[in-house]
Each structure stands twice: as structure tokens, then as C-alpha cells.
């Protein structure tokens, strides 16, 4: 039995059925009662009030741990972790330049990376790009502003479902530890993702330079949030940007 956590999010919704077509049995913990279906076992909970976890986790030999959010990822995995002592291999979606990027939320992340570390139970981490879906609602939102702010940044946005693929390959395998981080297979400024997107939705803005503050800003023109030697996934931003749009258009 795997316990997907988050498996009702962007994410997981991809990698449930990767499980199942290897044979899995697989429960996720939900915060919302749902009825099983389609051989998948709901359990009602939420990690970081703690309830339900017990639960979850009862006769399960693996955690695929994707569960996450804004804030608060810390608090969910340590209580998460708390629980899983009998668990016999937990796997973790982490976020490239967690350990580089002063920011709360990759900060949060690198916490949650140290409660799996510590908990006892052998554990696997892949640290991964944005996905190219956060990519896009971020550059939607920038768009709609009428002068666009372009921040000094690059990005190797990499697929969900390159992501997917490589976790439950990991899922399936023996526990790994840190393994090697999984970008997109091009990088970009921000200013091309944003200027990319503006073309294919038809669209015309005024942009204008955005300089990052601060220490993140500084982390940020260094590279510290991309990967030098990681694995790559095979969809570009391009080949996504086409699919979504077409695919609005055609609604």
C-alpha cells in the first residue's frame, strides 16, 4: 500500500495513475471525505493539524509525500513523519535552490527535507524545477497588469508530467537519498517566458526591468535556483505554452 499525500492536486493527479497502472495499491489522504473509486482508498485528514494521520498511514509500507502548499509544509511533514515510524520508505517532491534561496516558502521546504532526514524511516528526495503550470499562472497574472514587471531572473521550467514519472520510478525503487535534481530541458529568462506567453495568447504590454531586493534578489541573479549538472525532462515551455493555449481556444 502507497500513501499519496496531495494526490488530489496538479501533481498528483498525474502520478495516481502511474500507480495504478504498476500494480498499486494506493490510498490518499484527503482533507475532504471522498468515497473510494476507481480502486483508489480515501482517508480524511490534514497533515499540519495533525488529524486523520494515524490513520492514513496504518499498514502502509510507502509515503509518496506531495502534499504542499503557501506555508506550513514544515509543520505537515514533521507531522507526517511523527507517524510514519513503521513506514519503509518515504518520498519526498522538493524544490531546486531550497538550500540556495532565502526564501519562507523554499526555506520551508529545506525544514520539511530535514524532518525526513531525521525521522528514522529510509527516505528518497527530488528536488524539481517550477512546474510549467506555476510558470503560466504566474505569467498570467503579470500579464494582466498594463505595464508588466519582467524581474531579473531565469528559470528551467520542467513538466508535471516528467515529474511525475521520475517520482514513481523513485516510489517503486529502493530508498536513494538526495537524488539528482529534475529541470526543464531549456532556460530562460523571464523576460522571453513572459514575452513567449504574451504572443501566443495574441496580447500586447509594455514591459518594464524588475529588480529583485534583497538577499533573494541577489540569489536570484546568481543562478541559485537552477540546477548545473541535475536531470533534465523532455517538454519545453514552448511545446506546453502551444498545448494550453490551443487547448482554451478550442473551448
Known amino acids: 500500500m502507497i500513501l499519496l499525500t496531495g494526490g488530489t492536486g496538479t501533481l498528483g493527479r498525474h502520478v495516481t495513475p502511474l500507480l495504478l497502472e504498476a500494480g498499486q495499491q494506493v490510498r490518499i489522504l484527503s482533507r475532504h471525505a471522498q468515497p473510494p473509486r476507481d480502486g483508489i482508498e480515501y482517508v480524511t485528514g490534514d497533515l499540519v493539524a495533525g488529524t486523520g494521520i494515524a490513520e492514513a498511514v496504518a499498514g502502509v509500507s510507502t509515503i509518496l509525500h506531495l502534499a504542499g502548499s503557501n506555508k506550513g509544509d514544515d509543520v505537515a511533514t514533521r ?65 494582466k497588469l498594463p505595464i508588466v514587471p519582467v524581474p531579473g531572473m531565469r528559470l528551467q521550467p520542467v513538466d508535471v508530467r516528467d515529474v511525475a514519472a521520475r517520482l514513481v520510478e523513485l516510489t517503486l525503487g529502493e530508498p536513494a537519498g538526495l537524488v539528482p535534481e529534475l529541470a526543464g530541458p531549456q532556460e530562460y529568462e523571464m523576460r522571453s517566458v513572459l514575452t513567449s506567453y504574451l504572443q501566443a495568447t495574441g496580447k500586447r504590454r509594455p ?45
Request: glycine share 8%; aromatic share 6%.
Open 79 to 143: 507531522n507526517l513523519m511523527a507517524a510514519a515510524k513503521n513506514v519503509q520508505h518515504v518520498v519526498f517532491i522538493s524544490v531546486i535552490g531550497a538550500d540556495r534561496v532565502p526564501l519562507a516558502w523554499l526555506q520551508s521546504q529545506l525544514a520539511a527535507e530535514q524532518a525526513i532526514k531525521e525521522s528514522g524511516v529510509p527516505w528518497t528526495i527530488l528536488r524539481a524545477a517550477q512546474f510549467h503550470d506555476l510558470v503560466l499562472k504566474i505569467a498570467q497574472a503579470m500579464t
Open 207 to 251: 514591459k518594464v526591468p524588475l529588480r529583485i531586493p534583497g538577499k533573494a534578489g541577489k540569489a536570484y541573479r546568481a543562478g541559485d535556483n537552477l540546477t548545473l549538472d541535475g536531470a533534465r525532462g523532455t517538454r519545453t515551455w514552448e511545446a506546453f505554452l502551444a498545448e494550453r493555449v490551443q487547448g482554451s481556444s478550442r473551448l
